[in-house]
């Protein structure tokens, strides 16, 4: 099992840009496909942006495509977010996710989830 633990989220203006990483521990990140969703308030949580084991091959979902861009670091056990050109709609708690599979754009594509860090966008 993997745990994971995000950080790098705070606050941030209009146009500006947030690094997130999302550090493993307990098994070797390389073992699974990675993810990042995200959650506003009175919202479900949805896909931001997916990589596989290799870090080859990624996936944005439209709303961030463009502007966020998610890699890996196997050798460190950590998956980044680098997040430009910031809206106030960014606003939200982002996840990371962990897939034993293929990891897809599904919450229920993932197997473990970290405890979110919070990402507030001022206008």
């Known amino acids: 099992q993997v745990q994971l633990v995000e950080s790098g989220g705070g606050l941030a203006q209009a146009g500006g840009s947030l690094r997130l990483s999302c550090a493993a521990s307990?098994?070797?990140?390389?073992?699974?496909?990675m993810g990042w969703f995200r959650q506003a308030p009175g919202k479900e949580r949805e896909f931001v942006a997916r990589?596989?084991?290799?870090?080859?091959?990624?996936y944005h979902a439209d709303s961030v495509k463009g502007r966020f861009t998610i890699s890996r670091d196997n050798a460190e056990n950590t998956v980044y977010l680098q997040m430009n050109s910031l809206k106030p709609e960014d606003t939200a708690v982002y996840y990371c996710?962990?897939?034993?599979?293929?990891?897809?754009?599904?919450?229920?594509?993932?197997?473990?989830w970290g405890q979110g860090t919070q990402v507030t966008v001022s206008s």
């Open positions: 990589i596989s084991r290799s870090g080859g091959n990624t």
């Open positions: 996710a962990a897939a034993r599979g293929l990891g897809t754009t599904t919450v229920r594509g993932y197997d473990y």
């Open positions: 307990g098994r070797t990140v390389s073992n699974y496909a």
